[in-house]
């Protein structure tokens, strides 16, 4: 049987997630949920409908009366809407109990002026039939099933990009150690055809989980949010104590190359506090740490949680490039090789062995 997975994008010809010119392969599935989260169409493990109104080409001459979260008695719905109502008409039809005759004749599709405009999370069941009937890809799917071969064809493709640059693949999502076992098995067929190999991760699993990945990964990339557990946890659902834990673990190693981030988010990561305590516990992990990047936040993402039908609204702004200097002075005078920005080229020292 075939291992598959759940990927949301394999994006070619990537230059900031690891040296030289990489794939990156974002896998579904995230155990934390950062205010800030760039992809949040990678938070949840499982496929997930978008909805992209602007794509929309309208729903034909008729007209609907609607209600909020759905649109309920349309007679000539567009296929999109008739199909979603059609899914909650059988759910009704094989359990009367379990669905109410109000959903069961409602579209969790939200419609305005003709076009479908978003998506009410509380009805909808991400069974993403109705992507399968629009004809604009204004309705998607964040995810697709995967399986290692498919994912292997496609790294192929750009086997001359990494002979040339030095560059490979990265695996990054989410965070990977999700799909643990999935992960396993494209890191380890990576390795078999000689490419270089790259994890992204938060670190938040079982030991166990990224001990039996490490023979498999040529450096790894991983994420620090913040220094103080209780605001850890405010701001993206989980305490830091197993995330410092690990790393800890992976430095002690001293065999595996660290590129350690901190996306930095005005008013929420980048108080002298927590940059000064972020040195202090950086600067105890010993060479293994090649590079620290200070991620400067941007909101670009909006569009993407509008489609997954999530409020967006973090009241911050970009760091300027002023006060991203400033914070990378205070690392260097720690002795901490830090950047501002993602991936800088820098010689990746040979992995020693175990």
């Not at 994006?11 to 392969?25: A, F, K, L, N, S």
């Not at 309920?72 to 359990?95: H, M, Q, R, Y």
């Not at 001293?254 to 980048?270: A, E, F, K, Q, S």
């Amino acid at each position: 049987m075939k291992k598959t997975g759940i990927v949301t994008n394999i994006q070619r010809y990537t230059i900031h997630d690891g040296p030289g010119i990489r794939t990156e392969v974002f896998l579904k599935g995230c155990p934390l949920q950062c205010l800030w989260c760039s992809n949040p169409e990678t938070q949840s493990p499982k496929a997930e409908l978008g909805v992209y109104a602007q794509k929309c080409i309208g729903m034909g001459p008729d007209e609907y009366e609607g209600k909020q979260g759905g649109y309920i008695g349309a007679t000539s719905p567009g296929k999109c809407v008739e199909t979603c109502i059609a899914v909650f008409k059988k759910l009704f039809e094989e359990d009367p109990q379990g669905v109410s005759w109000k959903v069961a004749n409602t579209s969790a599709l939200i419609v305005k002026d003709n076009k479908v405009v978003g998506k009410n999370r509380d009805l909808c069941i991400d069974c993403l039939e109705c992507t399968k009937v629009c004809p604009s890809a204004a309705l998607i799917s964040f995810g697709k099933e995967v399986t290692v071969e498919e994912v292997m064809e496609e790294l192929e493709k750009d086997r001359p990009f990494y002979n040339q640059s030095g560059g490979g693949v990265t695996f990054s999502g989410g965070d990977p150690l999700v799909q643990h076992e999935f992960t396993l098995e494209l890191l380890k067929e990576s390795k078999k055809r000689g490419f270089h190999t790259c994890l992204e991760t938060e670190g938040h699993a079982a030991w166990p989980i990224l001990e039996k990945m490490l023979p498999y990964v040529d450096i790894m990339l991983y994420d620090i949010k913040h220094m103080d557990s209780e605001k850890h946890r405010e701001y993206t659902g989980v305490g830091n104590e197993l995330i410092l834990k690990n790393l800890r673990a992976l430095a002690a190693r001293d065999t595996l190359p660290l590129i350690i981030r901190t996306p930095v988010v005005p008013g929420y990561t980048d108080s002298t506090e927590n940059m000064e305590a972020m040195a202090d516990f950086i600067a105890q992990l010993g060479p293994s740490v090649i590079q620290y990047q200070l991620l400067p936040y941007f909101s670009l993402m909006k569009e993407k949680y509008e489609a997954l039908g999530i409020h967006y609204d973090l009241p911050t702004r970009k760091p300027s490039k002023g006060e991203m200097a400033e914070l990378v002075e205070l690392m260097r005078s720690r002795g901490i090789p830090a950047i501002s920005g993602a991936y800088q080229e820098i010689k990746i020292p040979s992995r020693r062995s175990t």
